[in-house]
């Protein structure tokens, strides 16, 4: 009688647990229990993360009028050490080896935003970040947001003299850098 009645209550146990899962996944706000995986390198070629409109690359000097549009979010892929040393003033720091609670915070800050910029040491490690988020914020049902990549990367943005901040990552703990520049 025991082992009936205990394998009841695992049926049952089983049986809600599943029926939970799948009401979850079903809800646009359900709990994510996906993992972010970041690429090995973030100089490799990514491959179209899924859905959405495709990541766009754009010189610095087109990019830099959105910078201070509220609906505009930045974000640094490069390591911590040169964030500290110097970055696009107001990026959030997310580099290419963040954990995937750092990737869905990003994803998160999104909403109500429609421009995501994406930038690092240069063209290429952005855009895997970038189409990674892009693909994660169209599963979100984030279809219409616009996803960009500095060409060139920061290295870029600095040659061409505009705003720049430093000082340490306060999500990452990097030690402070060099002195702001402009």
């Known amino acids: 009688m025991f082992a ?3 394998g009841r209550a695992a049926c049952l146990l089983l049986a809600g647990s599943a029926l939970g899962l799948a009401v979850n996944a079903a809800r646009p706000d359900g709990v994510r229990f996906t993992k972010f995986a970041p690429p090995n390198s973030c100089g490799a ?3 179209p993360a899924g859905g959405g409109a495709p ?3 754009l010189r610095p000097t087109d990019v830099v009028a959105l910078c201070n549009d509220a609906d505009t979010l930045l974000a640094d892929v490069r390591p911590p050490a040169e964030f500290a040393e110097g970055h696009v003033t107001g990026a959030m720091h997310l580099p290419c080896t963040s954990s995937g609670q750092a990737a869905s915070a990003a994803v998160d800050r999104l909403a ?3 421009t995501l910029i994406v930038y690092g040491d240069g063209t290429d490690d952005a855009k ?3 189409d990674e988020l892009r ?4 599963r979100a049902g984030r279809t219409d947001l616009r996803v960009l990549v500095i060409e060139g990367g920061f290295e870029a943005w600095n040659h061409a003299g505009l705003a ?3 000082g340490p990552c306060p ?3 990097a030690p402070r850098g060099g002195a702001a520049r402009k």
């Open 164 to 166: 720049c901040s430093s």
């Open 4 to 6: 009936t009645t205990l």
């Open 135 to 138: 693909g994660r914020a169209s």
């Open 112 to 114: 109500g935003r429609h």
């Open 55 to 57: 990541v766009t690359v």
């Open 45 to 47: 070629e990514a491959a």
């Open 128 to 130: 895997v970040v970038a």
């Open 171 to 173: 999500e990452c703990g």
